[in-house]
């Protein structure tokens, strides 16, 4: 009996090693990627909205090293956007119709383009959010803009590199 658990638990042990994830599925004909400044058809009047947003999404692709960043003309893929909406509602009203949290979200439409091989590999819309208390200035207002963006860009880059 206990020849038998030694061998199963060898094998096992031997299986371990030959399995390997690196939590990326990039077709190994991508190798570089540009990143346009994002258009911002939103009408929220944020400034400085696409800047944000297009720099905390070349961050995280620079983070990730799946994909080297560089430019337009040179890229294997390409990903586009448009910031669509960003509307900030009211959350949690109090008593009297106090409104004392708020919520903002950032609404995206994103393309993806393979260049190598000439195709759109996906067209998106994302989504990211983020509460803040109301009377609390603009500080808590950015911050939770800045949350919203985080949130966007890990989305965009998790569908990039591993949603083929």
Same mark, same amino acid.
């Given at each position: 009996?206990?020849?038998?658990?030694?061998?199963?638990?060898?094998?096992?042990? @031997?299986?371990?090693?030959?399995?390997?994830? /690196?939590?990326? %599925?990039?077709? /190994?004909?991508?190798?570089?990627?540009?990143?346009?400044?994002? &258009? &911002?058809?939103?009408?929220?009047?944020?400034?400085?909205?696409?800047? *944000?947003?297009? @720099?905390?999404?070349?961050?995280?692709?620079?983070?990730?090293? %799946?994909?080297?960043?560089?430019?337009? /003309? @040179?890229?294997?893929?390409?990903? +586009?956007?448009?910031?669509?909406?960003?509307?900030?509602?009211?959350? $949690?009203?109090?008593?009297?119709?106090? $409104?004392?949290?708020?919520?903002?979200?950032? /609404?995206?439409?994103?393309?993806?383009? #393979?260049?190598?091989?000439? *195709?759109?590999?996906?067209?998106?819309?994302?989504?990211?959010?983020? &509460?803040?208390?109301?009377?609390?200035? @603009?500080? +808590?207002? #950015?911050? %939770?803009? &800045?949350?919203?963006? +985080?949130?966007?860009? +890990? #989305?965009?880059?998790?569908?990039?590199? %591993?949603?083929?």
């Amino acid at each position: 009996m206990r020849f038998i658990i030694s061998i199963i638990a060898f094998g096992l042990l @031997n299986l371990i090693g030959c399995y390997s994830f /690196t939590g990326s %599925s990039v077709p /190994t004909h991508l190798k570089t990627i540009a990143i346009p400044l994002f &258009d &911002d058809q939103s009408g929220s009047g944020e400034p400085g909205l696409r800047e *944000k947003l297009t @720099n905390k999404l070349i961050e995280k692709f620079r983070q990730d090293n %799946s994909l080297e960043l560089t430019e337009r /003309t @040179n890229a294997d893929c390409i990903l +586009e956007g448009i910031i669509l909406s960003m509307p900030d509602k009211p959350q $949690v009203v109090t008593a009297g119709e106090t $409104v004392s949290k708020a919520r903002v979200t950032i /609404t995206v439409k994103v393309n993806y383009q #393979d260049m190598k091989l000439k *195709k759109k590999v996906w067209e998106k819309q994302f989504s990211g959010w983020a &509460d803040y208390q109301i009377g609390s200035g @603009n500080t +808590e207002r #950015d911050a %939770s803009i &800045d949350i919203a963006i +985080e949130k966007l860009s +890990e #989305d965009i880059l998790l569908e990039a590199v %591993s949603g083929w």
